[in-house]
């Protein structure tokens, strides 16, 4: 069964941190990388970050450089991002996913399986 679910949304200031969590099925977690993605209102999907299944790999849209931290813990099938230096156009719905073998991490088309998704919202 195929199952991500997103935690750890909510509302703080800018400046502030948030740590989103996501717990996958076994079956998704053995993907070839987990990935991070976000949507805020009126707008498409967009990468955020990405990491390759022994971690080794990590991959981050130039927006959240230096701010956002990607990891996992394959023994709890949960993959982080941590979100630190928060500014208000952070604030979106985040989404997390899993990719297929072979494909651009980078781009949301490659990525087969989705959470629900959880609201993140920076004040200023």
């Known amino acids: 069964q195929v199952q991500l679910v997103e935690s750890g949304g909510g509302l703080v200031q800018a400046g502030g941190s948030l740590r989103l969590s996501c717990v996958a099925s076994?079956?998704?977690?053995?993907?070839?990388?987990m990935g991070w993605f976000r949507q805020a209102p009126g707008k498409e999907r967009e990468f955020v970050a990405a990491?390759?299944?022994?971690?080794?790999?990590?991959y981050s849209a130039d927006s959240v450089k230096g701010r956002f931290t990607i990891s996992r813990d394959n023994a709890k099938n949960t993959v982080y991002l941590q979100m630190n230096s928060l500014k208000p156009e952070d604030t979106a719905v985040y989404y997390c996913?899993?990719?297929?073998?072979?494909?651009?991490?980078?781009?949301?088309?490659?990525?087969?399986?989705w959470g629900q998704g959880t609201q993140v919202t920076v004040s200023s």
């Open positions: 996913a899993a990719a297929r073998a072979d494909t651009n991490y980078l781009n949301r088309a490659g990525y087969d399986y």
């Open positions: 076994a079956r998704t977690f053995s993907s070839p990388a």
């Open positions: 990491i390759s299944w022994s971690g080794g790999s990590t």
